[in-house]
């Protein structure tokens, strides 16, 4: 089964902030790659899908790269509603899920 | 606007059998192609998969629970539900019922809460 690593586990960061996470998957997932958004208490929020396809309603300040192993998320500039966690998904084989990046305040 | 909603016990006993269901509301179970999953989040923990099915009947199962899980669908009531049998302490988590669009899961249930304990 493919397995997903996640980094930084967790993330300081003011607004404004310009925020990368990284993941990776154990083999090659060509881009079927998608970014959650999760809050506390509540489910998760779709945020990208296909390595870098941003979901409707989403905004452009989320964006997705990367294709094989490698994939980042970026948030261009942080705003106060984006301290969240973030999963990575993989759909190339089943469905797995990264360990998740908290993005805190700093 | 499609809302789920899980229902079921919130408390099962070791060795016992897991059952949950999932309303679907907002449009029709059997309307578009989608599949519907079940993922489960224990407490502080990540997301994990556990199955999905067609409202045609078709499944698939995580491998790693699929000896322990079922899931079945009534288009009639338009809901779909999880059976996970032998149960123990480490099947304690927030479960939740997704909508699945070719593996991505774009609606969500608020999740609910199962506890495995004697």
């Keep these: ?106 | 606007q499609v809302q789920l909603q899980e229902s079921g016990p919130g408390l099962v006993k070791p060795s016992q059998t897991l059952s949950l269901t999932c309303t679907v509301s907002g449009g029709s179970i059997s309307s578009g192609s989608y599949y519907w999953s079940w993922i489960r989040q224990p407490a502080g923990k990540g997301l994990e998969w556990i199955g999905r099915i067609y409202t045609s009947g078709s499944t698939n199962y995580n491998p790693s629970l699929k000896s322990r899980v079922t899931i079945s669908v009534d288009t009639s009531k338009n809901q779909f539900s999880l059976k996970l049998s032998s149960v123990t302490a480490a099947d304690t988590a927030v479960y939740y019922c997704a909508r699945d669009r070719r593996r991505l899961f774009d609606y969500w249930g608020q999740g609910t809460l199962v506890t495995v304990s004697s």
């Design chain 1, 1 to 106: 089964d493919i397995q997903m690593t996640q980094s930084p586990s967790t993330l300081s960061a003011s607004v404004g902030d310009r925020v990368t996470i990284t993941c990776r998957a154990s083999q090659s997932i060509s881009s079927w790659l998608a970014w959650y958004q999760q809050k506390p208490g509540k489910a998760p929020k779709l945020l990208i899908y296909k390595a870098s396809s941003l979901e409707s309603g989403v905004p452009s300040r989320f964006s997705g790269s990367g294709s094989g192993t490698e994939f980042t998320l970026t948030i261009s500039s942080l705003q106060p509603d984006d301290f969240a966690t973030y999963y990575c998904q993989q759909y190339n084989s089943y469905v797995t899920f990264g360990p998740g990046t908290k993005v805190d305040i700093k």
